[in-house]
């Protein structure tokens, strides 16, 4: 079946550095991709997505490419603020028709001033 | 906006006692969630729901049950809650491949 893998944190950062965060799964044809973030006390959610190869998910300054060629979908940010710092997870359709999703682990982001 | 809505944000129950945690969503979804979330484990799904009165397990179902009587409410029950299952729970639902999450449920059991 599906599945992801994704860097362990925590990732600690100044403002303004750049950040990737790497995630690189295994699947059955070329499922759509996503990253959602989860602010401190919420839920998740949902932060890009990119449903076929070489497409480009962008939002909120941040930007994943779908990239089949290594099976990776890494996060990355070009310049990061303290209003950036929270979990980070990337996922992937589980395979069946539910609409499930797999997750990985999450990625704990902090940024500091 | 897509609006997933979890009744209660904190609860606080004893060991033994039968616990309800209450989700709406407002957005017409045939599919329904309910995950667990703690530390180093990441997120866990216990139940499904893709129909009006139709459940599926997740990979921890155990403890736990689910309603669906309606198509916008899905109801997760802990039977007789224990101290394991002091978690956060999250609800969500979806469209297609794309999971929407509501604001989480953190319940202890003491």
């Known amino acids: 079946g599906n599945s992801v893998t994704q860097m362990e944190g925590p990732v600690t950062l100044s403002e303004e550095a750049f950040l990737t965060i790497n995630c690189t799964y295994t699947?059955?044809?070329?499922?759509?991709l996503f990253w959602y973030v989860q602010y401190p006390g919420e839920g998740l959610q949902l932060l890009l997505k990119a449903t076929k190869a070489d497409d480009k998910g962008s939002n909120k300054g941040f930007e994943a490419t779908y990239r089949k060629e290594t099976t990776s979908f890494h996060l990355e940010k070009g310049s990061v603020q303290v209003s950036d710092s929270a979990v980070y997870f990337c996922?992937?359709?589980?395979?069946?028709?539910?609409?499930?999703?797999?997750f990985g682990k999450g990625t704990k982001l902090s940024v500091k001033p | 906006d897509v609006k997933v809505t979890q009744s209660s944000r904190y609860l606080v129950k004893r060991t033994g006692e039968k616990v309800f945690l209450e989700c709406v969503q407002d957005m017409d979804h045939e599919n329904m969630f309910w995950y667990r979330q703690d530390p180093g484990l990441g997120l866990r799904l216990i139940y499904f729901s893709y129909d009006v009165k139709m459940k599926e397990k997740g990979d921890i179902p155990e403890g736990y049950s689910v309603s669906r009587e309606k198509k916008e409410r899905f109801s997760l029950i802990l039977e007789s809650a224990s101290t394991n299952q002091t978690s956060m729970y999250l609800c969500?639902?979806?469209?297609?491949?794309?999971?929407?999450f509501g604001e989480g449920s953190w319940l202890t059991v003491v």
């Open positions: 699947a059955t044809g070329y499922p759509s």
């Open positions: 969500a639902s979806s469209l297609k491949d794309t999971i929407y």
């Open positions: 996922a992937l359709p589980y395979g069946g028709s539910q609409g499930n999703l797999i």
